[in-house]
């Protein structure tokens, strides 16, 4: 519809809104880009502004977002127009029967009404996977706005199927109330063309597409509705222009501020005050910092929907976050999420955490995905109070099934007991490979298991039991290489003959093990222990099957 099939391009609404604001205007530069792709769902037109357009630097998107197909999943298919009707369309002499005529007229207005009127609905339930779609790539355009500096818009243009008794209101109602929501200024370009009869402003028959008529009402409607000088910083009717330094307010009778405010500099905000008091749209950036936020006030107090980005300066990776959600008077509440990413050994991971606020702290239930490579991992459990609580599992995506590779719980917001890691494997079991034992407040490591905590051969030690005494945990004389051929501790046995090697994979049994849970582990693990300062224990060299390891008891040396 942006696009402007069947009309040239000065004839589209967006050149025809450029024509409007620069009479409206007149000495200021307005430029309208139309960045429209025909046949595309807004996923698509997110990703092609990412790569094409972005580059531009806008002060304003203004997302033409077709009702129709902007929430459908690229892969569906197009309702308009049955196949027969596209081979009458590549014989133009077939559409001289009166036959065809009377079938391909009024075949478009029957099939195509009903299949609009079966499908539309679909596309704005809550588990659609174009809707999931179609709220991820908002999030990603309103975090790049915030970024870059930009403000984010939509016009709502309705599917050219009757204006006056429209079909499809309470949809764009509902998609109105969700854009205002989530602090997205929603303009429906249906309230311009409610006298219009759709049908006789069609490009062709067989194509629903608005005329130019249609297109420059729809921009006459854009150009009068939206608050155009207050985005580009024009002060009210009432208020006059005050400029100090690098500060930019209205001010009202009273000299309070009222309308728009800017501050320029390494730190940059545009805001709206009413009665001298923080009130409506507010953008903040400051690029030394790495650090921008937007969203609304509400006298004085951060309110409604708003994100908030961010840079961790300590991290090597670079990481950047961007957090979206909703304020009530300053206080996070209800669904909020962190998209983070940053460059691990040249490639990008991406993290998404998604959940719930209370009283300004993360409560309920959180999921944390993550996404490395071709690999996808997810983390499951419960905050209370701002901390990690109970039990949290850790999936990884195998071949399009989860997989549970760790599992744990959490105490105020820190490991607490036994944290279990696994290996999928490619027969759809999973391998035991690394257990820890974490105590006290600080989650202090007390001892591991697996054959990632190898160490030296001379450092594997023994969990201390209740019959252990304080000798038993003194460093004892080892073979410490078990395929050497070298007595290494004198004793007169060498490598498998000696009793210290009687667990060591070179010489013990290296079969499979039961594991955890009912699946399979393969191998054995070396065992070791640590104390209070967490220092290893050095003791006699010990290896434990998985089934062995989970029979350790977890407690501090």
């Keep these: 519809m942006t696009f402007g099939k069947g009309v040239s391009e000065r004839e589209t609404w967006p050149d025809v809104l450029e024509e409007r604001l620069a009479e409206r205007f007149p000495g200021r530069c307005v430029e309208v880009l139309n960045t429209g792709i025909p046949n595309t769902n807004f996923h698509i037109q997110w990703l092609h502004f990412r790569a094409r357009w972005r580059q531009f630097q806008p002060d304003l998107v203004l997302v033409g977002f077709f009702v129709y197909n902007d929430t459908q999943e690229q892969e569906a298919d197009e309702l308009y127009f049955p196949a027969w009707m596209s081979f009458v369309d590549a014989n133009p002499a077939l559409k001289r029967s009166a036959i065809i005529q009377r079938l391909y007229y009024g075949a478009f207005g029957r099939i195509g009404e009903q299949l609009v009127y079966q499908e539309i609905p679909r596309y704005f339930e809550p588990d659609y996977p174009g809707w999931i779609q179609f709220e991820e790539s908002l999030s990603r355009l309103r975090a790049a706005g915030v970024q870059d500096d930009f403000r984010v818009a939509f016009a709502l243009v309705p599917v050219p199927m009757g204006y006056g008794d429209y079909p499809f209101e309470d949809h764009h109602r509902r998609l109105a109330e969700y854009l205002e929501g989530e602090g997205v200024p929603t303009i429906d370009l249906l309230d311009g063309l409610r006298d219009v009869v759709a049908a006789d402003h069609w490009v062709h028959p067989s194509d629903g597409h608005p005329d130019p008529f249609v297109h420059e009402r729809m921009a006459d409607h854009l150009a009068s509705a939206a608050p155009w000088a207050r985005w580009m910083g024009d002060c009210d009717s009432g208020t006059e222009q005050q400029a100090s330094g690098a500060e930019r307010a209205c001010l009202d009778s009273e000299g309070l501020r009222k309308g728009a405010y800017e501050l320029v500099g390494p730190r940059r905000v545009q805001a709206t005050y009413e009665a001298g008091v923080l009130h409506g749209y507010y953008r903040e950036s400051n690029e030394s910092a790495g650090s921008a936020a937007s969203g609304a006030y509400v006298d004085g107090q951060r309110a409604g929907a708003w994100i908030v980005l961010g840079r961790d300066d300590e991290d090597a990776g670079a ?239």
Excluded: N
Aim: hydrophobic fraction near 25%; charged fraction near 35%.
């Design 319 to 557: 990481a950047r976050w961007a957090d979206l959600g909703r304020y009530e008077r300053d206080v996070r509440v209800g669904p909020w999420r962190r998209l983070a990413s940053r460059m691990v050994d040249g490639q990008l991971e991406e993290r998404e955490e998604r959940g719930s606020y209370s009283d300004g702290h993360r409560e309920g239930a959180w999921v944390e995905t993550v996404s490395l490579r071709s690999r996808e991992s997810r983390s499951r459990g419960h905050y209370e109070r701002g901390d990690k609580s109970g039990l949290w599992t850790t999936e990884e995506d195998v071949h399009g099934q989860w997989v549970t590779i760790a599992e744990g719980e959490f105490e105020a917001g820190v490991p607490a007991g036994v944290w279990r890691h696994w290996t999928p494997l490619p027969d759809g079991r999973r391998s035991l490979v690394r257990m820890s034992c974490h105590v006290g407040a600080e989650a202090r490591v007390a001892w591991t298991w697996g054959e990632e905590d190898e160490g030296e051969q001379d450092e594997d030690l023994i969990p201390p039991g209740d019959d252990d005494s304080a000798a038993e945990q003194v460093v004892t004389d080892l073979e410490t290489d078990c395929s050497d051929g070298v007595d290494d501790d004198e004793d007169g046995k060498t490598d498998c003959e000696d009793e210290d090697c009687e667990a060591d994979p070179h010489c013990g049994p290296t079969g499979a093990e039961g594991g955890a849970g009912g699946d399979d582990a393969v191998g054995m693990g070396r065992l070791r222990t640590f104390d209070a300062e967490g220092q290893p224990v050095r003791s006699k060299k010990r290896f434990l099957t998985p089934s062995e390891a989970e029979e350790l008891p977890c407690a501090s040396p």
